[in-house]
């Protein structure tokens, strides 16, 4: 399944909680404040970056570009509507609200 | 009771309609004429972060009214030194040259403000 985050990892623990579920090599996409969780250097980087190991990661472009971020996570894949749309037909989805 | 105001800014922009009452009800304030702090703390450093472009999502840039504020009497900006550091950014990448505060000196604004007004 595809586990779909769009909060922010300081505001809730949605991010950690979705990790712990994710079995190995389920795809992670953080799109919303979710993708806060993607961005290098801040004191929640560790949680994607331990899960890249086990999991395709992707962060929505547009919400990136909305909240003025750049330093994306190496290995963090950076998608656009298209490409959300294609992880979608390919997985069912479990988004944790 | 004085009358100073505080708006503490928590969450960040976009994910929610917070950010933008909390613009609104600034310059509301400011209208007034009042004594008004503005506090980022948690999420709400986001809202002052440089660079936001949401043009894909259709919204207008959030960050792009801060500096503006100046204009209407609005002139003490504060960020919390923590909030900043747990998110890898320094003041230099806000739109407005706030003062880095303290938890306690955030506590001691919010004291000496009359009101304190939450987003």
């Known amino acids: ?66 909240r003025g971020l750049s330093k994306v996570i190496d290995g963090v894949q950076v998608i656009d509507y298209d490409g959300f749309v294609e992880l979608v037909e390919q997985h069912d989805v479990a988004p944790w609200l | 009771m004085s009358d100073k105001v505080a708006v503490v800014m928590r969450k960040a922009p976009y994910g929610s309609v917070y950010t933008a009452e909390g613009f609104r009800t600034i310059m509301g304030v400011a209208v007034f004429e009042m004594d008004i702090s503005v506090v980022f703390l948690d999420d709400g450093v986001y809202a002052a972060v440089k660079g936001q472009h949401p043009e894909k999502l259709d919204m207008k840039p959030l960050g792009d009214g801060f500096p503006m504020l100046g204009d209407f009497g609005v002139k003490k900006f504060y960020v919390h030194d923590e909030s900043l550091a747990a998110r890898g950014l320094t003041v230099d990448d806000l739109v407005v040259p706030a003062e880095v505060v303290s938890s306690a000196e955030i506590a001691k604004i919010m004291g000496e403000s009359g009101k304190v007004l939450p987003f």
């Not at chain 1, 389920?26 to 993708?35: C, M, N, R, T």
């Not at chain 1, 899960?51 to 909305?66: G, T």
């Open chain 1, 1 to 66: 399944m595809l586990y779909t985050i769009n909060k922010s990892p300081f505001s809730t623990n949605n991010l950690e909680s979705a990790l712990g579920i994710a079995p190995a090599g389920a795809p992670i996409l953080l799109y919303e404040d979710g993708v806060y969780g993607a961005v290098e250097g801040t004191r929640s980087a560790a949680l994607i970056q331990a899960a890249l190991s086990d999991h395709p990661v992707f962060a929505l472009e547009a919400d990136l570009e909305a």
